[in-house]
C-alpha cells in the first residue's frame, strides 16, 4: 500500500467515525426538541460522512480539499453564530477547530488559520456572548489549542527523530539520501573489482511544469514520478530522492550508450505518466560514467553538473558529462 493510498484509509476512517458521533448528537438533540442543534449536527455528520467517502474513492490519488474546505468553514460560521445569535447550541465545538485545521491542513496553512480563528472567537465572546461561561469557553478553547499544538509538536518531533532510519522515502518511495553515498561507494567498488560498467542519472522535474502547480499537485506529481521509475528500472538498479524534485538513479552494468537509452526511455515515460489536460510535465536528466579515479562525491558532482547543462538548453533534455565538456571546449575553441 503507498503512503498516499494510506493516508486516504486513514482520512476515510477519522471522518466516518466523526460522522457516527456528530449523527448521535443530532438524534440526541432531536429526542429533545432542540431541533436547531439536531439540525446543525444533522448537516455536520453529512459533511463528515461525504468527506470521508470522498477519500475512500480516490485511492492512490490525493484527495480534493474542497470537501475540507467546507467542513472548516462551516465550522468556523457555526461556532461563531453560535456565541453571536444563538447561545446554548453549537458554540462548544470550537473546541475542535484547532484539530480539524491541523488535521487538514499543512502546518503553515492550519497555523494562519487557527491564529485567525482565535481572534474572531475572542472577539465575539468579548463582544456578543453573555453569562459566566464566558471565560470558561476562552479557557477551555485555549487548552484545546495547547493539546492541538502538544501534539503537533510530537509529531514532527517524531518525524525528524525517524528520519534518518527511514530507508527510503514516504512520499515516492525512493531510497533517501543518507544512503547514497555508502550505497554508490559500494557499487563503485564492486565495478572496479569486477571490471563492469557503471553509470549514474541525475533528474529533476523541469522548472516550468511546477510554476502553477500547487503544493498537493506537487505531492502528487512526485508520488507517480517514484512510481513510474519504480516500473522503469531494473530490479538491480536503485534511485534516491537527492532534493525536492531531484534524484539520482544508479545503473550498475550499464555504459555511457546504455544509460542515454534508458535517460532517454524515462523522459518519454515520465511526460506519459506525469502529464494532464492542465499541464504538460517534463523532466531533464544529466548522466555520468564512471571512470578511473571517480568517487561517490565526483560522479555525483558530474551528473548533476550535466543535469544543469541540459536544464539549460530547455525543457525535456539531457547531456551526458563527457558530451557536456567536448561542447564546452568546442565553444571555447569557437
Known amino acids: 500500500m503507498t503512503p498516499v493510498e494510506l493516508n486516504n484509509q486513514l482520512r476515510s476512517k477519522a471522518y ?17 426538541a432542540e431541533w436547531l442543534m439536531a439540525g446543525v449536527s444533522g448537516v455536520f455528520a453529512g459533511l463528515l460522512l461525504a468527506n470521508g467517502k470522498l477519500n475512500q474513492r480516490h485511492g492512490e490519488q490525493p484527495a480534493p480539499l474542497w470537501l475540507s474546505h467546507v467542513i472548516v468553514v462551516f465550522l468556523v460560521l457555526v461556532t461563531l453564530a453560535a456565541m453571536v445569535r444563538y447561545p446554548g447550541t453549537a458554540e462548544q465545538w470550537c473546541y475542535i477547530v484547532p484539530l480539524i485545521a491541523f488535521l487538514i491542513y499543512r502546518i503553515q496553512v492550519a497555523t494562519i488559520v487557527t491564529s485567525a480563528y482565535s481572534i474572531a472567537l475572542a472577539l465575539a465572546l468579548i463582544g456578543y456572548y453573555q453569562g459566566p461561561e464566558k ?15 502538544a501534539f503537533v509538536y510530537l509529531r514532527e518531533i517524531k518525524e525528524q527523530q525517524l528520519k534518518p532510519l527511514r530507508r527510503t522515502d514516504n512520499l515516492t518511495l525512493a531510497s533517501t539520501r543518507e544512503y547514497l553515498t555508502q550505497d554508490l561507494d559500494k557499487e563503485i567498488q564492486r565495478s572496479e573489482r569486477e571490471g563492469t560498467d557503471l553509470s549514474i542519472l541525475a533528474l529533476s522535474i523541469d522548472s516550468n511544469s511546477l510554476e502553477h502547480a500547487s503544493a498537493d499537485d506537487k505531492d502528487h ?16 538498479d536503485s534511485y534516491y530522492r537527492y532534493e525536492n524534485v531531484d534524484f539520482i538513479i544508479l545503473l550498475p552494468h550499464c555504459n555511457s550508450r546504455e544509460a542515454a537509452k534508458k535517460a532517454s526511455q524515462l523522459r518519454v515515460k515520465a511526460k506519459q505518466a506525469l502529464s494532464t489536460r492542465e499541464i504538460t510535465v517534463t523532466v531533464s536528466l544529466g548522466l555520468a560514467t564512471l571512470n578511473v579515479g571517480d568517487t561517490p562525491e565526483t560522479l555525483i558532482a558530474n551528473a548533476r553538473r550535466a543535469l544543469t547543462f541540459a536544464r539549460n538548453k530547455g525543457a525535456n533534455q539531457q547531456t551526458e558529462f563527457l558530451e557536456m565538456e567536448s561542447e564546452g571546449g568546442a565553444t571555447l575553441a569557437g
Not at 471565560?135 to 499544538?149: E, G, R
Open 16 to 32: 466516518s467515525l466523526a460522522a457516527v458521533v456528530a449523527a448521535l448528537l443530532a438524534l440526541g438533540a432531536a429526542l429533545f
Open 135 to 149: 471565560v470558561q469557553i476562552f479557557f477551555i478553547y485555549l487548552l484545546s489549542l495547547a493539546m492541538s499544538l
Open 221 to 236: 506529481i512526485l508520488h507517480r514520478l517514484g512510481r513510474m521509475l519504480h516500473e522503469n528500472l531494473r530490479l538491480f
